[in-house]
């Protein structure tokens, strides 16, 4: 299985600074469509997941542009270019390349 | 507006059997690959069964595989997942989720199995 590998676990960030999150795979993520198959979401307390990011870098329709993708391969990142406290929550992401699809641990982004 | 509705979560015995639904509206749910995803208490997200669109194509996490069965009603839009010998590993929030290759653009409220004596 591939390995998703997230860091930090743990994020505390002042409002207003910018942030981070590597997601890391043990194997590429390239297709053979050419596609890489990377997705990004969020998942704030007491809610469901939502998808902030696709195909590495391609932000859903009503996410601020205050989020990014980036990365190729097997490594990955997401930003954030300041941080508002409705950003709170559980960031993963999932690799849909291979079989079994498989998540990060999950990136616990609080205020500081 | 895609809406996603999943049903069927309660409380069973280890051993016992489970079939949770998946509504859907707002698109069209022959088109679309659909998959199940689960979160233990306190946890991260598992992906655990994919569906083609079609229906003959069918993916399972090894954790389930032999135990759950994913299956669609094309003409009732709504997934299902089949779960038996359930076991207390198997508690969570389980979740349906629309589109392929983990592009899960929408997905439910989720519905809570917990399985316990």
């Known amino acids: 299985d591939v390995v998703m590998t997230q860091s930090p676990l743990s994020l505390p960030v002042t409002l207003g600074q910018p942030a981070s999150i590597s997601c890391r795979s043990s194997?590429?993520?390239?297709?053979?469509?050419?596609?890489?198959?990377l997705n990004w979401f969020q998942q704030r307390p007491g809610q469901s997941p939502r998808r902030l990011i696709y195909?590495?870098?391609n932000r859903d329709s009503g996410v601020p542009d205050r989020f990014s993708g980036s990365g190729s391969g097997t490594d990955f990142t997401l930003k954030i270019s300041r941080v508002e406290a409705e950003d709170v929550g559980v960031y993963y992401c999932?690799?849909?390349?291979?079989?079994?699809?498989?998540f990060g641990q999950g990136t616990n982004l609080e205020i500081k | 507006e895609v809406q996603l509705l999943e049903s069927g979560g309660v409380l069973v015995q280890p051993g016992g059997s489970l079939r949770l639904s998946c509504a859907a509206s707002?698109?069209?749910?022959?088109?679309?690959?659909m998959s199940w995803v689960r979160q233990p208490p306190a946890k991260g997200l598992e992906w655990v069964s994919t569906?083609?669109?079609?229906?003959?194509?069918?993916y399972y996490a090894d954790s389930v595989k032999g135990r759950f069965t994913i299956s669609r009603d094309n003409s009732k839009n709504t997934v299902f997942l089949q779960m038996n010998s359930l076991r207390a590993e198997d508690t969570a929030v389980y979740y349906c989720?629309?589109?392929?290759?983990?592009?899960?653009?929408?997905w439910g409220q989720g519905t809570l199995v917990t399985v316990s004596s």
């Open positions: 707002g698109f069209t749910f022959s088109s679309y690959v």
């Open positions: 989720a629309k589109g392929a290759y983990g592009n899960y653009a929408h």
């Open positions: 195909k590495v870098s």
């Open positions: 569906i083609s669109s079609g229906g003959d194509n069918t």
């Open positions: 999932l690799q849909g390349t291979h079989w079994p699809r498989t």
């Open positions: 194997q590429s993520l390239v297709y053979s469509d050419g596609n890489t198959y």
